[in-house]
């Protein structure tokens, strides 16, 4: 049978207990959050689980909401069923003082750069990465680009000179 | 050693040291785009390598948090550069997903020629390329001439050939010409033949065939976990292609078959994308049967029936009051987008390209993320080439099928 949405809400709440995940429905793909410490166990046995058999990690990226006190930053997977075809997108929240989240690179190996990617850009820190470093920005840099307090440059601003392309 | 070179200090180590280190770009001739390898050798064995990405990060992701949608488009392009209508369509799909708008058939079966057009080119240069790491330059400068072909098509339906920005949501800025429409037919009627005398170039050359099987070999299992799509996931032997688990723009529509490598090393990549090239010739060619099927006011609708979201025409602009309106709320922004999350993914040249988009009501996203399938696969191939020589590294690179501009956003 067709693994549905219903489907894997009930076999994760009968694994992980109620109240344990917050479900949520957009655009026909399943959204769940989980508390932070437990991300390496949920995605563990999405990917185990004969049923659920969530193998394959689309997508990793990281999300700032500087208006949620404590839950600043979201680290987003997109997991994908490839036999069933289902689509889940799976988030944990942290404190944006103390990213840390477990690293899904042993089980993942597409997690590596893709977690580095977030670390550059986020600044989460994946605790046991093995090479966490900066990977698309220069090793130099000494903030978290895309986190929402680092606005893009005013278009309007007159004090740069700038010879060569003129402004 | 004599006296005089007392002065000179060698840095510790580096006379026991067996391995040597060999610096491998960030602009070198035969990586065919910026990247950087420090690769260890033991002779011209490969032991260990790094590769150093973000040469030309252009922080698209931060910029598109200001943009509305219709100006992320030209964005899109600049990823994968040798098939930007694809980047354009399915940052369309993704929008229109978000947005709930409706396409009709003729411009699915439209943009479906393009993208299959743009497949093809993208294909062409990946694999011609392959062909000049490997000795062989004629297949490459045979091939342009058709690549060029499809560029002037993309002229014909959008003004510009590399970076197309072609398209809008919902459907195309104009009708195709019929100016495109012959280039298609020409199109459809020679390069069959062109795309056989490239394969009998390569397909059973013994020279190719013998510097391509087994090199940057990868087993489905590894291919999955490294989060590997496309091309270059099929050659590994896993039937995985996002037009057919979730087919977008009417997909569906058409009789295509997916082909499928075993071994997942360079001569199985090529292989797999020529035929996906026959595949995508097939697609075109019924898709164009299809257009042609449409009679009356059908055969010119080339755009959905929004005009919320679809920018009118400029001589409607001109003469038209309900479309100067329009004009006007979409430039000014006074069009908000609902709220919600979604990702949307189409099958790109390399694999899947996603976008996962995060509307927070406004105009422009929250938050923008672009899935870029040769980012993801690019870290394999310290794995694919190590234990291999340094001339196989060099066509594995250009099999991989790896774009600087998509990976590094």
């Known amino acids: 049978m067709a693994l549905t949405n219903e489907k894997i809400q009930q076999r994760l709440t009968e694994k992980f ?14 959204d769940m959050e989980a508390p932070k410490e437990h991300n390496l166990k949920v995605l563990q046995f999405l990917f185990d689980d004969a049923e659920l058999n969530f193998k394959f990690l689309t997508d990793l990226c990281a999300v700032n909401y500087p208006d949620l006190p404590g839950r600043e930053l979201a680290v987003v997977y997109h997991l994908h069923n490839l036999q069933d075809n289902v689509r889940i997108r799976f988030k944990v929240f942290t404190d944006i003082t103390a990213p840390d989240i477990y690293t899904a690179s042993k089980l ?27 990977v698309l920005n220069v090793d130099e840099m000494d903030y978290f680009p895309m986190r929402k307090e680092y606005p893009l440059e005013d278009q309007t601003r007159v004090d740069k000179d700038d010879d060569m392309f003129g402004r | 050693m004599t006296e005089q070179y007392h002065h000179i200090k060698l840095p510790e180590g580096s006379i026991e040291k067996q391995t040597t280190t060999l610096n491998v770009g960030p602009t070198h001739p035969a990586t065919h785009g910026v990247f950087q390898n420090i690769m260890e050798l033991d002779g011209e064995r490969i032991v260990s390598t790094e590769s150093t990405v973000g040469y030309i990060h252009r922080a698209f992701e931060k910029i598109a948090e200001r943009r509305p949608l219709y100006q992320i488009t030209p964005l899109t392009d600049r990823l994968n550069y040798c098939s930007s209508p694809i980047n354009n369509m399915g940052w369309h799909l993704t929008c229109e997903k978000l947005l709930g708008v409706e ?3 003729r411009v699915d079966y439209l943009r479906i020629i393009i993208m299959e057009l743009a497949r093809i080119s993208d294909h062409l240069i990946c694999n011609s390329i392959v062909g000049v790491d490997t000795g062989a330059y004629t297949g490459f400068l045979y091939v342009m001439q058709y690549r060029e072909l499809i560029y002037e098509i993309y002229e014909e339906v959008c003004g510009s050939r590399l970076t197309t920005n072609i398209g809008r949501i ?44 087994g090199g940057g070999a990868i087993s489905a299992e590894r291919a999955l976990n490294y989060g590997f799509t496309g091309p270059n996931l099929r050659a590994a032997g896993v039937d995985y292609d996002v037009r057919v688990h979730t087919p977008y723009s009417s997909y569906g529509d058409f009789d295509f078959t997916i082909p499928v490598g075993k071994t997942g090393d360079n001569y199985d990549r090529f292989l797999v994308r020529n035929e996906e090239m026959w595949q995508s010739l097939n697609i075109i060619q019924q898709a164009y049967q299809k257009i042609q099927e449409f009679k009356g006011a059908e055969a010119e609708v080339f755009h959905a029936n929004v005009p919320e979201y679809y920018l009118p025409e400029k001589k409607d602009v001109y003469t038209k009051m309900e479309a100067l309106i329009w ?51 690019y870290q394999a191939y310290a794995e694919l080439v190590s234990g291999g020589m340094l001339s196989d590294a060099i066509v594995t690179m250009s099999s991989l099928n790896l774009i600087a501009g998509e990976m590094d956003a």
């Open chain 1, 17 to 30: 207990g109620e109240g344990f995940f917050t479900f949520e429905e957009s655009y026909g793909m399943l």
């Open chain 2, 327 to 377: 004009h006007f709320k979409i430039i000014m922004g006074e069009v908000d987008m609902p709220k919600g999350e979604v990702y949307s993914s189409v099958e790109g040249g390399n694999g899947e390209l996603g976008f996962y988009l995060i509307s927070d009501g406004g105009r422009a996203p929250f938050r923008l993320h672009f899935r870029r399938p040769c980012f993801i696969y």
């Open chain 1, 108 to 134: 993942f190996s597409a997690a590596n750069w893709m977690e580095r990617e977030t670390y550059d850009f986020y600044g989460v820190n994946f605790v046991g990465h093995p090479n966490l470093k900066r």
């Open chain 2, 103 to 105: 396409t009709p058939k």
């Open chain 2, 170 to 213: 919902g459907g195309f800025e104009r009708n195709f010409t019929n100016t495109a429409f012959t280039k298609l037919e020409k199109f459809l009627k020679e390069y069959p033949s062109v795309l056989k005398e490239f394969e009998n170039l390569f397909t059973r050359n013994r020279i190719f065939m013998e510097r391509t099987i």
